[in-house]
């Protein structure tokens, strides 16, 4: 998953972010960078959602034959419960651009600790620290 976000970085045009050595933890161009990151992923996933509806407005028949219509049904059915996962996601991308425009992000929401440039390249809407993650992680498999 890391490394699909990674790519996700890297295929909107972003290089992973080299930190001058004497450079503060989320510095104006670090904030920058998370911002160009974030906004290219938003649109990248807004223009999905518009050729989603353009595809199902085009695309929407009315077949004679049950098995037709019924695999066309599955078909859009799938494709909205994509679109619906996509959208919760922007609405976590909203809530990073909102955190970054309030200088809050990239710091853990639990504990207060850097969450760190490589993890939020990896995971742009990360909110909590690995080690408050992982802690969490485990939580919940013992919940079940």
């Not at 959208?87 to 991308?93: E, F, M, P, V």
Request: glycine share 4%; net charge negative; charged share 40%.
């Amino acid at each position: 998953m890391a490394e699909a976000r990674a790519q996700d970085a890297k295929a909107f045009g972003f290089e992973p972010y080299e930190a001058a050595s004497d450079e503060d933890y989320m510095s104006p161009e670090q904030e920058a960078h998370f911002r160009a990151i974030l906004q290219a992923w938003k649109r990248s996933l807004m223009e999905e959602v518009d050729r989603t509806v353009h595809h199902m407005q085009d695309e929407a028949t009315n077949f004679p034959d049950p098995n037709d219509r019924a695999t066309q049904e599955s078909e859009f059915s799938l494709e909205l419960r994509t679109r619906d996962r996509e959208r919760k996601l922007i609405k976590k991308i909203d809530e990073a651009l909102d955190r970054l425009d309030e200088h809050e992000y990239g710091y853990c929401d639990a504990c207060g600790v850097e969450i760190g440039i490589r993890r939020l390249e990896a995971r742009p809407t990360a909110t909590l620290c690995i080690d408050c993650k992982t802690l969490d992680e485990i939580r919940e498999r013992q919940r079940g």
